[in-house]
């Protein structure tokens, strides 16, 4: 896929980390993604979590920040990934990060990006947590954007009508068909389940809906458990929640693990009942080994993945009742349980590496 011609750029991609999130991901595949295309390609993350497999050279001002996360270190990282940039003299550089400090995002966009080509990603429907609300701050602080690339179509229309930026493209994030073949490991796992896998943070993926949900269906009475696979702040009080209801039997969960997919692959479905996503990589992760989803509509994401009762459920949000019901037909249902689930692979083949491979290098090879 390489060519003497891209073989010359180099691009730099600016994450939060290399683990964890479902964004930080999406900059780890991307490094590879750019790599598998020839670019020279270095990664900056912001915090030192690495876990997910990467392309490039990694420049980790998080360990920098372990070391000293005092004022004056903080004024050392600025520096030192200031003549970096200085350094290498970067043909584009692909800014990933959640960016919700106008401050910080001032002295970045006006100091350290200056007279730099910078592509912004943006990758949640909750836009604050990249651009900020005052429409006239937003103007100035991005008036020297190359380029937006949204996740979806629905942020697409959301930060166009809001701010109405015309410099705004859609591109999924990319599934490494490579990176989650689901290895066969030795796992204690419920002969039947339902699994959510990803950050366990209330606010955003509102796992008190799923539990209500799961309650709510017929699922204890046919011997399907809830698997809910992740950590985050709200892990322990879920828990909790779990306990008090006499649930723990059914409903069991799991600690964050870097490989989840041989759990994803064993699993009779996979469920997310989100407030709001970005791409939800998990859905399509999901997909990609052959495990239907079922999902509520949430503020972007699952309506450009899924397609209702061909590969998964698409349900109203904030409906437990719904929700209970989309999980009792995929038991009951089993012409529409098979035909989501043989029909979940081919479903997610437009999010494959060679073609989101072809997004990116329009946009890198149509400026000079």
């Known amino acids: 896929m390489s060519s003497s011609n891209n073989a010359k750029k180099k691009i730099c991609i600016v994450t939060s980390s290399l683990g964890k999130g479902g964004a ?21 993350s912001i915090l030192n979590i690495i876990d997910y497999d990467y392309k490039g050279k990694l420049l980790n001002l998080g360990a920098l920040k372990d070391k000293d996360g005092s004022f004056f270190g903080t004024l050392k990282r600025f520096i030192t990934f200031f003549n970096y940039l200085r350094y290498h003299q970067f043909d584009f550089i692909i800014d990933s990060r959640s960016r919700p400090s106008i401050l910080k995002q001032f002295l970045i966009n006006k100091v350290l990006y200056v007279n730099e080509k910078v592509i912004f990603t943006v990758h949640s429907a909750f836009l604050k947590n990249y651009i900020p ?32 930026f015309e410099n705004v493209k859609v591109i999924y994030n990319a599934v490494d068909e490579s990176q989650i073949i689901a290895q066969t490991e030795s796992l204690l ?16 993926k509102n796992l008190t809906l799923l539990i209500e949900s799961y309650k709510r269906s017929e699922l204890i009475a046919n011997k399907i458990k809830l698997v809910i696979l992740g950590d985050g702040k709200d892990k322990l009080k879920l828990e909790q929640k779990v306990q008090a209801m006499n649930f723990a039997e059914h409903i069991i969960f799991l600690p964050y693990t870097k490989n989840p997919y041989p759990i994803v692959s064993k699993a009779m479905c996979t469920v997310l009942t989100s407030y709001y996503e970005g791409f939800c990589i998990m859905l399509a992760e999901s997909l ?54 043989s029909n979940a692979k081919k479903s997610v083949e437009k999010f494959s590496m060679e073609h989101i491979s072809k997004d990116w290098k329009r946009i890198i090879e149509n400026y000079p």
């Open 189 to 204: 796992l419920p002969e039947n389940f339902m699994l959510f896998f990803g950050r366990i943070e209330d606010e955003v």
């Open 133 to 164: 609300d005052n429409k006239f701050i937003a103007k100035y602080l991005y008036s020297n954007a190359l380029k937006f690339v949204t996740v979806s179509k629905a942020i697409k229309s959301k930060l166009t009508k809001k701010y109405h």
């Open 288 to 341: 990609a080994l052959g495990t239907p989803v079922i999902s509520v509509n949430c503020e972007s994401g699952p309506a450009e993945i899924i397609l209702d009762t061909h590969n998964g459920l698409l349900v109203d949000n904030h409906n437990p009742d719904l929700m209970a019901e989309a999980m009792n037909r995929f038991v009951t249902d089993t012409e529409l349980y098979k035909r989501c689930k």
């Open 24 to 44: 930080e991901k999406s900059s780890a595949v991307l490094s590879i993604l750019l790599h598998n295309l020839g670019y020279e390609v270095h990664v900056v």
